[in-house]
């Protein structure tokens, strides 16, 4: 589905690592895209996840905030978010590896992101039950059959526990924003148009998975995002509420 606000966003899909860098078989396409991948991958993401705190996850998933400046025109309202700053509202996947396996840059910071998700690609495929697994999400999603969120008023002890392993399972989300923080400063914001901020957002997503992949040093990051926003100060787990270009990577 194409979004309402920026005209012609491209689908970037995982073509993207491919077509820029033509790795050797083997080097990034087992790990640029693991909703694609084998059984055997996803039973590798499922096993280590569970080793986290939760079984059969496919990914964690979350938005985030990238600050712009603010766009002319009469969608410039449509770029403002709950803190009243223009932004691009960012939608990740990541596995327990800490790579992006699906983005969604091209929303306005004010689209919620719940509606990311439901008109993501990633979401009518997980609902066609084409993926034998779920995501893990914070309440700003809905609670689905292949997404599930925290009980937002846990009352026994069993519930309690469902949201501590599936919190510290989701952290995997958390961190991987922190470390895109750490290796683009960048991304604290962008002076430029949201089209050109979408397409180099997306760039930085897979330069981020080439240095997890090759493992290249980086400073070091917070145990959790500490942002709303890609490189804010306030907590990003405090943007319950909150509710993308488009593609798996």
């Keep these: 589905m194409?979004?309402?606000?920026?005209d012609n966003p491209v689908n970037e899909?995982?073509?993207?690592i491919r077509r820029a860098f033509l790795p050797p078989p083997g080097l990034f396409q087992d790990r640029t895209n693991p909703l694609t991948h084998t059984d055997a991958y996803l039973w590798?993401?499922?096993?280590?996840?569970?080793?986290?705190?939760?079984?059969?996850v496919l990914g964690c998933i979350d938005c985030s905030h990238v600050r712009i400046v603010a766009p002319s025109g009469p969608?410039?309202?449509d770029y403002v978010d709950?803190?009243?700053?223009?932004?691009?509202?960012?939608?990740?996947?990541?596995?327990?590896n800490y790579l992006i396996t699906n983005i969604e840059a091209k929303w306005p910071g004010g689209v919620h992101d719940a509606r990311i998700f439901r008109a993501s690609s990633v979401a009518q495929r997980l609902a066609q039950r084409e993926f034998e697994g779920i995501l893990l999400g914070d309440r700003g999603y809905p609670c689905l059959p292949y997404l599930l969120t925290p009980y937002s008023d846990p009352g026994t002890e069993a519930e309690e526990a469902f949201n501590g392993a599936l919190n510290s399972t989701r952290a995997r989300i958390e961190m991987v924003f922190g470390q895109l923080k750490s290796r683009f400063q960048c991304l604290k914001y962008w002076r430029v148009a949201p089209e050109r901020a979408c397409d180099i957002t997306v760039a930085c997503a897979i330069l981020h998975n080439i240095a997890t992949i090759r493992s290249h040093p980086q400073k070091e990051a917070p145990?959790?995002?500490?942002?709303?926003?890609m490189g804010g100060p306030q907590s990003h787990a405090r943007r319950h509420g909150w509710e993308g270009r488009e593609g798996p990577l």
Excluded at 2 to 6: E, N, V
Excluded at 13 to 16: G, T, V
């Design 44 to 56: 590798e993401s499922c096993t280590l996840f569970f080793h986290i705190g939760f079984p059969n």
């Design 75 to 77: 969608v410039e309202r």
């Design 223 to 229: 145990g959790r995002h500490t942002g709303g926003e």
């Design 82 to 96: 709950r803190r009243n700053d223009h932004s691009l509202n960012v939608q990740m996947i990541c596995d327990a």
């Design 2 to 6: 194409a979004c309402p606000f920026i």
């Design 13 to 16: 899909e995982a073509r993207i």
